[in-house]
């Protein structure tokens, strides 16, 4: 394939501009993975830490700390549950349901407007096609991994830097 059309290179456009207009919103976007949470949370009312942490695949430490700074921010409340003195049962207060209905809404106009022009054929095409592309990719190391597990090994091999 030529220089000209290295798919690679369409694919970081992408990304790039998709983080640009994430940050040119300024409604005070929740990041991803505590969106993920919080939705989680919202339809698992009053679950527990670990079944956050095992819905997330991430280590109950991570789920703590993100919790923390959740609560923090009014978006979740904790509980001791009852039968179960060291577990917490999770709840989303009406901030962070306020916060979690904004930030779809905005993901959901910037993937609109990403698809604009697009028939609903060439919608489901652009997504098996990438879809086929990020199986070509994977590997059995990072097959299984979610999004947010395949960051932190992104930024944990190389020192943080994107």
């Known amino acids: 394939m030529d220089k000209a059309r290295r798919i690679g290179g369409r694919l970081r456009r992408i990304d790039l501009l998709m983080r640009y207009h994430l940050r040119s919103q300024e409604k005070g976007?929740?990041?991803?993975?505590?969106?993920?949470?919080?939705?989680?949370?919202?339809?698992?009312?009053?679950?527990?830490?670990a079944e956050v942490a095992e819905e997330m695949q991430v280590s109950p430490a991570s789920v703590a700390q993100s919790l923390k700074r959740m609560e923090a921010s009014n978006y979740v409340s904790r509980d001791v549950c009852k039968g179960n003195l060291r577990a917490n049962s999770l709840h989303i207060t009406e901030v962070g349901l306020n916060a979690a209905k904004n930030c779809r809404k905005v993901f959901d106009e910037l993937e609109s407007e990403m698809l604009s022009g697009f028939s609903e054929e060439e919608q489901i095409l652009t997504y098996d096609l990438l879809s086929r592309i990020i199986g070509n990719l994977e590997s059995a190391d990072t097959g299984s991994m979610n999004n947010m597990e395949l960051s932190k090994l992104l930024c944990s091999e190389d020192g943080g830097k994107e």
Do not use: V
């Open 29 to 49: 976007l929740i990041p991803p993975s505590q969106m993920r949470m919080i939705e989680f949370i919202e339809k698992n009312d009053g679950c527990t830490q």
